[in-house]
């Protein structure tokens, strides 16, 4: 059994930064990239930030230069630091894993529960 647990997430105000880190755990072989992805009210979910086992990183044009993503492959984790936040930025935020593949050689992508980023103005 897969499981993807986020953490981090709150309420900050505008300029403030969090951090968010997800930890995948269960029989898992290799996950072929990590991400995050947010979802706002009334809107559809959006990529915010991805990550490949290599280190490869992609992220929206709307959080360049505030939000880094990072991995620890060991350990089958990845972080978003947000620094600078914006009230267009509050949203809840999910963490997936793309195309992990178990110990039982099944592959498939999963999502997180998700954690509410609220950030006042």
């Known amino acids: 059994q897969v499981q993807l647990v986020e953490s981090g997430g709150g309420l900050v105000q505008a300029g403030g930064s969090l951090s968010l880190s997800c930890a995948a755990s269960g029989s898992i072989r290799s996950i072929n990239a990590m991400g995050w992805y947010r979802r706002a009210p009334g809107k559809q979910r959006e990529l915010v930030a991805t990550i490949t086992s290599s280190g490869s990183t992609n992220y929206a044009d709307s959080v360049k230069g505030r939000f880094t993503i990072s991995r620890a492959n060991a350990n089958h984790t990845v972080y978003l630091q947000m620094n600078n936040l914006q009230p267009k930025d509050t949203a809840v935020y999910y963490c997936?894993?793309?195309?992990?593949?178990?110990?039982?050689?099944?592959?498939?992508?999963?999502w997180g529960q998700g954690t509410q980023v609220t950030v006042s103005s």
């Open positions: 997936n894993a793309d195309r992990l593949r178990t110990t039982s050689w099944s592959m498939r992508d999963y």
